[in-house]
């Protein structure tokens, strides 16, 4: 079940704010960039960056996932590891707010987010 409509305004907000901090320059942004996308339950950020056989098509690298369980009323967080599958984060693998989860990415202690 999607996160509703109320929560789904807030995590883009949240979102926002995060951008403005983590996005680089503007005249770098066409060789990399951070994006985001809010999908049912789960908010996802990767990063863009040209494709390198192709530098006129753009890919996303994965950078870190939270998804809302709603019957625990916590954010699950996950990194996605070289397997290119979605593990939990073990040094804190849940949160009880979206703005703690953010906090996690961005303090990235371990690396696992922006290596």
Not at 4 to 14: G, L, N, P, T
Not at 47 to 64: F, Q
Request: aromatic share 14%; proline share 6%.
């Amino acid at each position: 079940m999607a996160i509703s409509e109320f929560e789904e305004k807030r995590c883009e907000r949240e979102m926002e704010k995060f951008m403005e901090l983590r996005r680089p320059a503007p005249h770098i942004r066409k060789e990399f960039d951070l994006g985001y996308r809010i999908h049912n339950q789960s908010v996802e950020i990767f990063e863009i960056r040209p494709e390198w056989r192709n530098p006129a098509s753009k890919i996303e690298i994965p950078v870190a996932k939270a998804t809302y369980v709603k019957t625990q009323k916590c954010w699950k967080i996950y990194w996605q590891r070289q397997d290119l599958k979605w593990h939990s984060y073990q040094p804190k693998p849940e949160v009880n707010f979206f703005e703690d989860f953010l906090s996690v990415v961005n303090e990235d202690s371990h690396g696992c987010f922006f290596g």
